[in-house]
């Protein structure tokens, strides 16, 4: 029987690997499930989508019958697929139990095959090699689009037209950027959608997939003490950081043409804000949770030039090493205006979040890497330790910090009175340490998203009208910014960014954590 303390993701295990053992679909017949890897050859495939569907495996996660294909027009034999991948597994979960011999049955169940994206003719190739390996099961395939944004359509177009299931589903998984702007999506959704149904579509953002974002819809609906504080009567403001201590190193090409804005806070950041700030859904159903956001979405003000601050970063040399500045990259233009950097405030037009700033900040090669939300709470009326002790207790309010990565944690600062005979208060956390408390590791992200693109749930994936709603918001911004020409503030590789982040949040009485 399952308890009702096991979480939703624990809750998935018994349902798994009942599939595992038995590899019958709903109506008992005999299925199996091919993933094809579009785009093996790639820094993503092997980084990511490799690694993660082998964690699944060894965690007894995929059905009894599966096929992992590669496909991609470099030439390949499935022998140097398997050395390819092979470089990048890992037993991260359990060094110690069979980890070699896993590996080996893993890489077993990987084969190549090379073609072009558009050639119908490679694709109707991959499907009589799939077929090889369905042959007499209901055969379910799962594409994952893991290619630049220039060639998805051609891709679903022959996968769909000469590689689609006969007798199960077919879904395929699409890889951010979708679109640069509110035009650019819909003419991607609507390409899109001439091949496949929506509920075919999976588009990923994989923040939705990492540990603590998945645990803030729990940590909001199932404690008493969250959600009644969860409005503008007790928050004063909500910051979304992103930062990495890197550059766009090796992918300066790719990042030019969008931008961190683009990269990070249209999706990523925009995605938790949704979660964060959605009303309570009717049930933890996709359709129910994703309309929530799209709600919030549609109720958030466009973004507006004057509410953001963009910087890049320039060379600087520390230690005796020289780093290098976002145009030194041979593949980013010289004099490129591309953000590296940007702050932004936005704003919830909502009866809940009515007045309240959301502030964003996301960089790259800035002093930290990491991801957190941060909730800064309404001081304290009339609070008696002020008056009685003199203590500036206004500015040390209560903050709720979800640290998303690295060492998750989710901890409380809160007042509290040093010990001792007499009144000295000073700021603590309550700290819930992941690492402390739960001695299993998280999984990838991609390992969650990918299960659940296995399974069919799609509560982790982007609906068209999300992202349409995502687009509306920063489109018109994003284009006055390009047509002015906006410079942006430089700033130090390695440094804490421009200080007009600073004079933003000021602006709306906020200081960042
Ligand atoms: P790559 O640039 O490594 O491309 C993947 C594969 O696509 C290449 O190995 C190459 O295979 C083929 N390819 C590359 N350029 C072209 C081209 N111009 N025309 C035709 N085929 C081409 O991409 P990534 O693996 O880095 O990323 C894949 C997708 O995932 C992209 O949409 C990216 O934006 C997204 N993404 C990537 C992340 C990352 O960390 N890398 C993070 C988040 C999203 P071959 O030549 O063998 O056909
Ligand atoms: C990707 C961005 O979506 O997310 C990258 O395109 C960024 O620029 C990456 O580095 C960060 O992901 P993570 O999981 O390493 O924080």
């Not at 820094?43 to 995929?62: M, N, Q, V």
């Not at 956001?293 to 963009?310: A, E, G, N, Q, T």
């Not at 500036?392 to 709720?400: G, I, P, V, Y």
Request: aromatic fraction near 10%.
């Amino acid at each position: 029987s399952v308890s009702t303390t096991v979480s939703p993701v624990e809750n998935k295990t018994p349902l798994s690997k009942l599939k595992e053992t038995a590899g019958f679909d709903g109506s008992g017949n005999e299925s199996t499930v091919s993933i094809t890897v579009v785009g093996a050859s790639g820094d993503l495939a092997k980084k990511k989508i490799f690694p993660a569907l082998f964690a699944l495996f060894y965690e007894g996660f995929l059905p009894k019958h599966f096929t992992v294909y590669g496909y991609a027009r470099s030439k390949m034999t499935d022998a140097e697929l398997r050395i390819m991948v092979s470089k990048t597994l890992t037993c991260r979960i359990d060094q110690r139990e069979n980890c070699g011999e896993k590996m080996e049955q893993f890489l077993g169940r990987c084969f190549y095959h090379s073609g072009q994206y558009d050639s119908e003719k490679n694709f109707a190739e991959l499907d009589k090699k799939l077929k090889e390996h369905e042959v007499g099961r209901v055969s379910n395939r799962l594409f994952y689009l893991s290619i630049p944004p220039n060639i998805f359509i051609d891709a679903v177009k022959c996968a769909s037209l000469s590689a689609s299931s006969g007798n199960g589903w077919t879904r395929v998984i699409v890889e951010k950027p979708f679109g640069r702007d509110s035009e650019s999506s819909a003419a991607l959704t609507k390409a899109l959608k001439q091949y496949l149904e929506e509920d075919q579509i999976f588009r990923i953002d994989h923040y939705l997939g990492k540990e603590l974002v998945e645990n803030l819809s729990v940590l909001r609906f199932s404690n008493l003490i969250f959600e009644p504080l969860w409005s503008r009567q007790y928050i004063r403001n909500v910051q979304l950081i992103f930062s990495e201590d890197f550059g766009t190193e090796g992918r300066g090409g790719y990042f030019d043409n969008y931008g961190i804005i683009r990269d990070i806070m249209q999706n990523h950041l925009l995605q938790i804000l949704a979660l964060f700030a959605m009303e309570t859904p009717v049930s933890l159903d996709a359709e129910d949770i994703r309309n929530e956001k799209v709600k919030v979405l549609r109720s958030m003000r466009p973004v507006k030039l004057d509410d953001v601050v963009v910087g890049q970063y320039k060379s600087h040399t520390r230690g005796g090493i020289n780093y290098p500045s976002y145009t030194d990259d041979e593949t980013v233009p010289k004099g490129s205006l591309t953000p590296t950097f940007a702050a932004a405030a936005l704003f919830i037009d909502n009866a809940r979040w009515d007045g309240v700033p959301f502030l964003m900040k996301a960089g790259k090669a800035l002093h930290t890497k990491g991801a957190e939300i941060r909730v800064q709470f309404r001081h304290v009326p009339g609070n008696l330790y002020n008056r009685n002790f003199g203590t500036d207790l206004d500015r040390a309010t209560n903050e709720l910090v979800i640290r998303v990565q690295p060492d998750e944690a989710i901890y409380l600062k809160i007042n509290n009175k040093v010990p001792g005979l007499g009144m000295k208060l000073d700021r603590s956390n309550l700290n819930l340490h992941y690492a402390a408390r739960y001695s299993k590791e998280i999984p990838d992200a991609y390992e969650r998203l990918l299960l659940d693109a296995i399974e069919g749930e799609r509560r982790l994936f982007i609906r068209s009208d999300e992202l349409d709603a995502a687009w509306s918001l920063f489109t018109p911004f994003l284009k006055e910014l390009e047509e002015k020409k906006i410079i942006p503030e430089y700033y130090p590789y390695g440094s804490r960014g421009p200080v007009g982040a600073h004079y933003l949040a000021a602006r709306y009485k906020v200081r960042w954590g």
